[in-house]
Nanobody, 124 residues
């Protein structure tokens, strides 16, 4: 069972940038479709974006609006979420998730493995 560990969260001012990382414990990472989700207190976890196993295809939630970019480095078993032009509405715990099956899925239930999350706080 692959272990996923997120890092890179923190406090940033509105308009700033952060890069989150998701490190996987196993080389099987290269075969997984990888996603990012986020959650704020009292709300359901919501889809942010997903990248195919090869890194060649991505899909994003509408609210991203070109501000976020997902890339992966299969040689290093790591995925990244580059977040630019952040605003206070982006404040949340961000989770990475791995999906064994191929296909870009926005649904939380389609993912098999989850990290513990990293907090992102955007101040106004």
């Amino acid at each position: 069972q692959v272990q996923l560990v997120e890092s890179g969260g923190g406090l940033v001012q509105a308009g700033g940038s952060l890069r989150l990382s998701c490190a996987a414990s196993e080389r099987t990472f290269r075969f997984y479709t990888m996603g990012w989700f986020r959650q704020t207190p009292g709300k359901e976890r919501e889809f942010v974006g997903v990248v195919s196993w090869s890194g060649g295809t991505t899909m994003y939630a509408d609210f991203v609006k070109g501000r976020f970019i997902i890339v992966r480095d299969n040689a290093k078993n790591t995925m990244f979420l580059q977040m630019n032009n952040l605003n206070p509405d982006d404040t949340a715990v961000y989770y990475c998730a791995a999906r064994v099956d191929r296909g870009l899925e926005p649904k939380e239930g389609a993912y098999d493995y989850w990290g513990q999350g990293t907090q992102v706080t955007v101040s106004s």
